[in-house]
T-cell receptor, first 114, second 111 residues
Framework: KAGVTQTPRYLIKTRGQQVTLSCSPI?????VSWYQQTPGQGLQFLFE???????NKGNFPGRFSGRQFSNSRSEMNVSTLELGDSALYLC?????????????FGPGTRLTVT | DQQVKQNSPSLSVQEGRISILNCDYT??????FLWYKKYPAEGPTFLIS?????DKNEDGRFTVFLNKSAKHLSLHIVPSQPGDSAVYFC??????????FGKGTRLHILP
């Protein structure tokens, strides 16, 4: 069974631009969560989507948004990029939402904002 | 406010010895805990978990101990192997089902 895939793997953007990251979950998994990893803060929860609905949201500004499609693929968007948005963005999928805590992570998208 | 804390950013252990990674939490409502392992350029992978109804869970070389009164858990790796060199994250699901991660501990296994 193929794992979680994320595209692109690396991205360089300038301040003020916007970016869209993509995540394809493991086949059959309906929940997709997004995390931001930075050296100082570790992994921080961005949001979770389940059956095309945002089920949960972390403490990030409205510049961070996401969506999920009917095939469970998910995208996250960051508008008006800031230098502090430079991070590794990880996507994780799980069979269902809520009690299924064993998430499977993709390799991440490394975003650099200059 | 960090609800899951890993106070050691890094740890070096001789190959063959025991590695002990520590994690503290502040929320007494947490009732399930997970450990993830992360290699560079890869996403974290689930390693082992423990429910609050237990104080120990073992899986091969990996054992997690939970001390609820101290709000502390630890991951023991015995014996440590070179492939164990990675970043280890402690995590707990919050009441609203968000997974709260610690900042991670980088483990170096020395030859």
């Amino acid at each position: 069974k193929a794992g979680v895939t994320q595209t692109p793997r690396y991205l360089i953007k300038t301040r003020g631009q916007q970016v869209t990251l993509s995540c394809s979950p493991i086949s059959g998994h309906r929940s997709v969560s997004w995390y931001q990893q930075t050296p100082g803060q570790g992994l921080q929860f961005l949001f979770e989507y389940f059956s095309e609905t945002q089920r949960n949201k972390g403490n990030f500004p409205g510049r961070f948004s996401g969506r999920q499609f009917s095939n469970s693929r998910s995208e996250m968007n960051v508008s008006t990029l800031e230098l502090g948005d430079s991070a590794l963005y990880l996507c994780a999928s799980s069979l269902t939402s809520g009690q299924s805590y064993e998430q499977y992570f993709g390799p991440g998208t490394r975003l650099t904002v200059t | 406010d960090q609800q899951v804390k890993q106070n050691s950013p890094s740890l070096s252990v001789q190959e063959g010895r025991i590695s002990i990674l520590n994690c503290d939490y502040t929320n007494s409502m947490f009732d399930y805990f997970l450990w993830y392992k992360k290699y560079p350029a890869e996403g974290p992978t689930f390693l082992i978990s423990i429910s609050s109804i237990k104080d120990k869970n073992e899986d091969g070389r990996f054992t997690v101990f939970l001390n609820k009164s101290a709000k502390h858990l630890s991951l023991h790796i015995v014996p440590s192997q070179p492939g164990d060199s990675a970043v280890y994250f402690c995590a707990a699901p919050s009441a609203d089902d968000k997974i709260i991660f610690g900042k991670g501990t980088r483990l170096h296994i020395l030859p």
